[in-house]
């Protein structure tokens, strides 16, 4: 009996031995991770600044596709044709090559019924449609406006790197128009380009 106390005994104290052991090498992991981020230069680990904001490392890599030696003016135009009020929220950026920005397009329908419509853009100078890639656009989407509704429409583009130096300016323009009405929905007549 005495020597299966002592056998247990000596179990305990090994698992408790093993417990604390865990428990401190858990604990230690959070220096070890950030003195091996240092180390790497990976160095991902946020800090909070005296406001409680998380300030990351002025050591993170930027987005090495954007080009802030330039800038791009973009203009922002409308057109309609039918009972709609149409018009871009701001009537230029100056944007970045390879920067991600976005435009609203603010629609409303002036009818007491709905309407079917849809949007066709148009670029000048034209060199610069093909350096100029939506990635979000109410042009690609016939749209059905209830009776006097407002409807805000994002456009979400990117302005190629590869943009010639000679051009300073971009115009984007769109037409707006109702379906139905003798016109012919985008892209059934018009060729597709890039970015379109």
Excluded at 30 to 35: D, F, G, I, L, T
């Amino acid at each position: 009996m005495a020597a299966i106390q002592s056998l247990n005994r000596q179990i305990l104290l090994k698992l408790l031995i093993a417990s604390v052991m865990m428990f401190g090498f858990g604990y230690a992991l959070v220096p070890m991770y950030k003195a091996l981020c240092e180390v790497t230069g990976i160095n991902v680990v946020t800090s909070k600044n005296n406001y409680g904001v998380r300030a990351y490392s002025p050591n993170k890599v930027g987005n090495s596709q954007i080009d802030y030696s330039r800038v791009i003016t973009i203009e922002f135009d409308s057109n309609s044709r039918g009972p709609f009020t149409f018009r871009p929220v701001k009537n230029y950026l100056e944007v970045h090559p390879g920067e991600m920005t976005e435009i609203v397009y603010e629609v409303s329908n002036n009818l007491n019924r709905s309407v079917e419509a849809q949007a066709i853009p148009s670029y000048a100078p034209k060199s610069a449609t093909e350096y100029f890639t939506k990635l979000e656009c109410f042009c690609f989407l016939q749209q059905t406006l209830a009776a006097h509704e407002v409807r805000k429409m994002p456009v979400v583009f990117v302005i190629d790197a590869g943009l010639p130096q000679d051009v300073k300016t971009i115009t984007l323009s769109y037409t707006f128009f109702e379906l139905g009405v003798g016109q012919q929905p985008a892209g059934s007549t018009t060729p597709k380009t890039k970015g379109v």
